[in-house]
């Protein structure tokens, strides 16, 4: 009986059987890129990862089995007599099993590389590789849940508000794994099965990677995927932003303020609907009516602006028919094509078409970047469809259902191109979601429209260490949560003051929210404008939170030539700001299970108050190096957990050595 065809092809592995063609070849340092098809041509799209240079391998083709080995990583094939197809397996240097395909099952007649027929359509995929029992799964990207090692997770592979789905695991075991397909699907690591599914696709293509530490893994994914640039130094103080300064003298106003209070600011937001209407990429000249003069200013104060853009063309944009008729726009399958209806019907433009991301860019080019404004907020980045039926939208790549999730990559890219066209360097613009990738166009990911709980506060912890661990060492969230704060309620100024202690030691701190009650705004000729939020500065929520803010404030200060430090780290090695417990500290078994407190690189131990009106906290110190109390210099050795304790103005903060030793005291 047949078994199929190995063939050595340079330094790639064939194989070929009943319809399937598969490639398995070396794709960066201790890397596998594996690729097959189903009566198709195998594709050579790039999604996330980069061109790769050619790299010795050992191939090795007998009578029944074929190996490929990479450094650290040998894949071995072994076909199957039963139903003629070919089992893989992964094994680091030393022999051990990493991961491995389900097997036929006998008489059940499995397939690990499912390719089911879409009648008239390309193919629904399942990728089926046998649990590892005890195993520790980390990555995923962005999901809201309070979980750190994702074993036994069920995710859905789309981008939601909130949600940035992105397809890179982590495991305890020794490898990394990007499922590189940007179409919607779903992955489950459950106790009996891992398996990805992509709801419509023309072929698997996945990377996989050994190395012997986390850090070691992480690194080589940035090799192949792309890291961030360097961090401007205004990425590294305080930014100022709520929902929304309406218009241009209230905006500087603040900013007036916090010089006048002598208090360090770095950046300022203009929000959404500053436009005279969605789509339109300019100013409403009513409420800023100089921007230039707007800009200016706030440059001589040494502050940055940046500006809020949506992806959404109004129906009533001065650029909707051009746009339309250029088929610049996404397309809705069936039905009227309206994505969202938020602020009036829009559609979104097509981020995955490269004529649409030069137009909006020229646009916002125009009107925003030719006065000074080098940073802009890329909102509704999944993008947030009205209703989220992801199977009747069709974009310039092929359909949402194929491509959709590597949307927000790509939106990303068309600012960063045309950012760096202008000359910029060091492009950093604040983004909604991301995908596998999104990091090397100066993505900094923030983690959407979160409420104003403590429940909210402490997933935004999982989800932060975990998208460092997928390759986007930039994020952060709206301090306080986006939804549900009101500045005059007692509860909600300490659950603030919380998540501020914790902003100090995020990649970027930025202040935001849409804090209650609303006001409702009209324009001269008396139409209703979007409505403002209440204050939101630091002065805004009484002289108690006032003076434990301003002190987080001028920590943050404190802590700028450390944070530059990290920063460079992320550029030139790909190592995430923020890091779990593990990845500085993998041979410590408590480490791999800590959700709640992380390190702020590689020195600084943070344990954020997570639960209301708490405190007091344990936390754990690992062994192997000593830990110095920022607040009181006191040093205990590593190897124990310890009660802290935490009053409103305190967050538990240890230096790993005591160093840097300047630091103590600040808090």
Same mark, same amino acid.
Request: proline residues 5%.
């Given at each position: 009986?047949?078994?199929?065809?190995?063939?050595?092809?340079?330094?790639?592995?064939?194989?070929?059987?009943?319809?399937?063609?598969?490639?398995?070849?070396?794709?960066?340092?201790?890397?596998?890129?594996?690729?097959?098809?189903?009566?198709?041509?195998?594709?050579?799209?790039?999604?996330?990862?980069?061109?790769?240079?050619?790299?010795?391998?050992?191939?090795?083709?007998?009578?029944?089995?074929?190996?490929?080995?990479?450094?650290?990583?040998?894949?071995?094939?072994?076909?199957?007599?039963?139903?003629?197809? #070919?089992?893989?397996?992964?094994?680091?240097?030393?022999?051990?099993?990493?991961?491995?395909?389900?097997?036929?099952?006998?008489?059940?007649?499995?397939?690990?590389?499912? $390719?089911?027929?879409?009648?008239?359509?390309?193919?629904?995929?399942?990728?089926?590789?046998?649990?590892?029992?005890?195993?520790?799964?980390?990555?995923?990207?962005?999901?809201?849940?309070?979980?750190?090692?994702?074993?036994?997770?069920?995710?859905?592979?789309?981008?939601?508000?909130?949600?940035?789905?992105?397809?890179?695991?982590?495991?305890?075991?020794?490898?990394? $794994?990007?499922?590189?397909?940007?179409?919607?699907?779903?992955?489950?690591?459950?106790?009996?099965?891992?398996?990805?599914?992509?709801?419509?696709?023309?072929?698997?293509?996945?990377?996989?990677?050994?190395?012997?530490?986390?850090?070691?893994?992480?690194?080589?994914?940035?090799?192949?995927?792309?890291?961030?640039?360097?961090?401007?130094?205004?990425?590294?103080?305080?930014?100022?932003?709520?929902?929304?300064?309406?218009?241009?003298?209230?905006?500087?106003?603040?900013?007036?303020?916090?010089?006048?209070?002598?208090?360090?600011?770095?950046?300022?937001?203009?929000?959404?609907?500053?436009?005279?209407?969605?789509?339109?990429?300019?100013?409403?000249?009513?409420?800023?009516?100089?921007?230039?003069?707007?800009?200016?200013?706030?440059?001589?104060?040494?502050?940055?602006?940046?500006? /809020?853009?949506?992806?959404?063309?109004?129906?009533? /944009?001065?650029?909707?028919?051009?746009?339309?008729?250029?088929?610049?726009?996404?397309?809705?399958?069936?039905?009227?094509?309206?994505?969202?209806?938020?602020?009036?019907?829009?559609?979104?433009?097509?981020?995955?078409?490269?004529?649409?991301?030069?137009?909006?860019?020229?646009? #916002?080019?125009?009107?925003?970047?030719?006065?000074?404004?080098?940073?802009?907020?890329?909102?509704?980045?999944?993008?947030?469809?009205?209703?989220?039926?992801?199977?009747?939208?069709?974009?310039?790549?092929?359909?949402?259902?194929?491509?959709?999730?590597?949307?927000?990559?790509? $939106?990303?890219?068309?600012?960063?191109?045309?950012?760096?066209?202008?000359?910029?360097?060091?492009?950093?613009?604040?983004?909604?979601?991301?995908?596998?990738?999104?990091?090397?166009?100066?993505?900094?990911?923030?983690?959407?429209?979160?409420?104003?709980?403590?429940?909210?506060?402490?997933?935004?912890?999982?989800?932060?260490?975990?998208?460092?661990?997928?390759?986007?060492?930039?994020?952060?969230?709206?301090?306080?949560?986006?939804?549900?704060?009101?500045?005059?309620?007692?509860?909600?100024?300490?659950?603030?003051?919380?998540?501020?202690?914790?902003?100090?030691? #995020?990649?970027?701190?930025?202040?935001?929210?849409?804090?209650?009650?609303?006001?409702?705004?009209?324009?001269?000729?008396?139409?209703?404008?979007?409505?403002?939020?209440?204050?939101?500065?630091?002065?805004?929520?009484?002289?108690?939170?006032?003076?434990?803010?301003?002190?987080?404030?001028?920590?943050?200060?404190?802590?700028?030539?450390?944070?530059?430090?990290?920063?460079?780290?992320?550029?030139?090695?790909?190592?995430?700001?923020?890091?779990?417990?593990?990845?500085?500290?993998?041979?410590?078994?408590?480490?791999?299970?800590?959700?709640?407190?992380?390190?702020?690189?590689?020195?600084?131990?943070?344990?954020?108050?997570?639960?209301?009106?708490?405190?007091?906290?344990?936390?754990?110190?690992?062994?192997?190096?000593?830990?110095?109390?920022?607040?009181?210099?006191?040093?205990?050795?590593?190897?124990?957990?310890?009660?802290?304790?935490?009053?409103?103005?305190?967050?538990?903060?240890?230096?790993?050595?005591?160093?840097?030793?300047?630091?103590?005291?600040?808090?």
């Amino acid at each position: 009986m047949g078994i199929g065809l190995f063939k050595q092809d340079g330094n790639r592995l064939l194989w070929r059987n009943k319809g399937e063609q598969m490639i398995v070849e070396p794709w960066g340092e201790n890397s596998l890129r594996v690729r097959s098809t189903f009566l198709h041509t195998i594709d050579d799209t790039l999604w996330a990862l980069l061109p790769q240079k050619e790299c010795q391998t050992e191939i090795k083709i007998e009578k029944n089995r074929a190996t490929i080995r990479n450094g650290k990583i040998m894949a071995e094939f072994v076909p199957n007599t039963w139903n003629r197809n #070919c089992r893989i397996s992964f094994y680091n240097q030393k022999g051990k099993l990493l991961l491995r395909e389900i097997d036929s099952g006998g008489a059940l007649n499995l397939h690990a590389r499912h $390719f089911k027929p879409i009648i008239g359509g390309d193919y629904q995929l399942t990728m089926s590789f046998e649990a590892n029992n005890p195993e520790k799964l980390y990555g995923m990207g962005q999901y809201q849940q309070e979980f750190l090692d994702i074993k036994g997770c069920t995710f859905e592979l789309a981008h939601r508000n909130s949600q940035a789905s992105i397809p890179f695991v982590l495991s305890s075991l020794g490898y990394g $794994f990007l499922w590189h397909n940007p179409a919607i699907g779903k992955a489950s690591f459950s106790n009996n099965i891992t398996e990805w599914y992509a709801a419509s696709t023309k072929q698997l293509d996945y990377w996989i990677t050994a190395g012997d530490t986390p850090a070691e893994i992480v690194e080589a994914y940035a090799n192949v995927t792309g890291k961030v640039p360097m961090m401007p130094e205004y990425g590294l103080g305080f930014w100022q932003c709520k929902l929304r300064y309406y218009n241009q003298e209230q905006l500087l106003e603040v900013a007036r303020e916090y010089k006048r209070r002598n208090l360090p600011i770095d950046v300022i937001v203009v929000d959404f609907f500053h436009w005279t209407a969605l789509g339109d990429y300019r100013f409403d000249e009513e409420f800023f009516p100089d921007p230039q003069a707007m800009v200016d200013e706030l440059k001589s104060m040494g502050i940055e602006l940046m500006v /809020s853009i949506w992806p959404q063309i109004g129906l009533n /944009s001065e650029n909707y028919e051009e746009m339309l008729e250029r088929g610049l726009l996404v397309r809705a399958e069936k039905g009227v094509n309206i994505s969202m209806q938020f602020g009036g019907d829009s559609v979104f433009y097509d981020a995955t078409n490269p004529e649409a991301r030069e137009y909006v860019w020229e646009k #916002c080019k125009k009107n925003y970047y030719d006065y000074g404004i080098k940073i802009f907020w890329l909102d509704e980045a999944e993008p947030e469809y009205g209703v989220y039926d992801f199977d009747n939208y069709r974009y310039y790549l092929g359909p949402n259902l194929q491509v959709g999730n590597i949307f927000p990559q790509l $939106f990303s890219k068309g600012f960063y191109d045309g950012m760096k066209k202008e000359g910029q360097k060091n492009i950093v613009n604040l983004v909604r979601c991301a995908w596998a990738g999104s990091q090397r166009y100066g993505a900094l990911v923030w983690s959407g429209d979160v409420h104003s709980t403590y429940e909210d506060f402490r997933k935004q912890i999982c989800a932060g260490l975990n998208m460092g661990l997928s390759g986007i060492p930039w994020w952060t969230t709206d301090i306080g949560g986006f939804l549900g704060g009101n500045p005059q309620n007692e509860s909600f100024r300490k659950l603030l003051v919380r998540w501020f202690q914790y902003g100090t030691f #995020c990649p970027v701190m930025r202040l935001h929210g849409d804090r209650s009650p609303a006001t409702f705004l009209y324009k001269k000729d008396g139409s209703p404008a979007l409505f403002t939020g209440s204050d939101n500065e630091v002065w805004s929520y009484g002289e108690e939170v006032y003076d434990i803010l301003v002190k987080y404030l001028h920590l943050r200060e404190a802590l700028r030539p450390y944070t530059r430090k990290l920063m460079k780290e992320a550029h030139e090695e790909g190592t995430p700001v923020m890091r779990t417990m593990f990845y500085e500290f993998p041979e410590d078994p408590i480490s791999w299970d800590l959700k709640d407190q992380y390190m702020y690189g590689s020195d600084i131990l943070v344990a954020p108050i997570v639960y209301e009106d708490a405190t007091m906290r344990k936390v754990y110190l690992p062994a192997g190096v000593s830990w110095t109390s920022m607040h009181d210099g006191k040093v205990f050795e590593g190897g124990q957990w310890v009660n802290v304790e935490a009053p409103l103005e305190i967050i538990p903060v240890f230096l790993r050595n005591g160093e840097p030793s300047y630091l103590i005291g600040k808090i």
